[in-house]
């Protein structure tokens, strides 16, 4: 019976004993940890010495070339007005921001339109470089002088009037332009070169001469054109000349 009564006491002594180890192990983890937390907790706070004890120097050079930055701007501004300048940048956000999405939209276009601005340029020096080919640009310095020229013999009363009848000059040289106009000038021209290379000796003048050069049909159809001619020139109604209203009475 007493031994009976032995073994329970020692199985709750062990079971003590196991409890109590369980919960020294759990405490030795937990202050484990705890003295990991104090130590990292050291170390941050050294490290933070350290780098306090580097940005101090660097922080009061900061404040003495802000402090004399200020002395020299003091005269053209105060502290109020730089305050006042803060106060319009914090309540001019949204403009800002308005103004950076802008900024990005036409970042956004010249980057589109890049490829094509390349693409023109290089076909612009390509057509430069057929003009100079061409000498385009040895011609232009004498067009100048042309101009010069144009200006220095009409004044403005005659560009006036170049402008009030570029109407019919325009007509004018159309009609002068036309496929048949441009072959008998042409043909007329020739004609007057070969007569004008006749040497006089070669000519007869004489009225015999003359009377015998009508019996040619070339002649005849010749003085028969500029008789007609001639007649169409009568029948042309000269322009009245303008009147002049700055004459006297």
């Given at each position: ?12 002594v ?44 660097i ?41 950076l ?86 043909q ?27 019996r040619?049909p ?15 020139m ?8 303008p ?7």
């Amino acid at each position: 019976m007493a031994e009976n009564t032995h073994v329970p006491v020692q199985n709750d002594v062990q079971t003590q004993l196991q409890t109590l180890n369980a919960k020294l192990d759990a405490l030795t983890e937990q202050v484990a940890v705890l003295t990991d937390y104090v130590l990292e907790q050291r170390q941050r706070q050294q490290e933070w010495d350290e780098l306090k004890a580097d940005l101090t120097p660097i922080a009061m050079e900061f404040m003495e070339a802000t402090v004399e930055e200020l002395e020299e701007i003091e005269p053209y501004a105060r502290l109020e007005d730089i305050i006042f300048f803060l106060k319009r940048l914090a309540t001019n956000l949204h403009n800002f921001e308005a103004m950076l999405d802008q900024l990005e939209s036409v970042n956004d276009l010249v980057q589109d339109l890049t490829p094509v601005a390349n693409d023109a340029f290089l076909v612009a020096m390509d057509q430069l470089e057929e003009m100079e080919k061409r000498g385009y640009f040895q011609v232009l310095p004498e067009a100048k002088y042309i101009v010069d020229n144009v200006v220095e013999a009409f004044g403005p009363e005659d560009v006036r009037a170049l402008g009030d009848n570029i109407v019919l000059i325009l007509s004018t040289v159309r009609s002068m332009t036309q496929p048949e106009i441009m072959t008998l000038v042409q043909q007329l021209t020739e004609s007057t070169q070969e007569a004008v290379r006749t040497p006089d000796e070669e000519l007869d003048i004489s009225y015999l001469g003359l009377i015998r050069q009508m019996r040619d049909p070339q002649m005849r159809l010749g003085l028969a054109r500029t008789m007609q001619l001639l007649r169409a020139m009568g029948q042309i109604t000269p322009p009245t000349p303008p009147s002049d209203n700055g004459g006297s009475p």
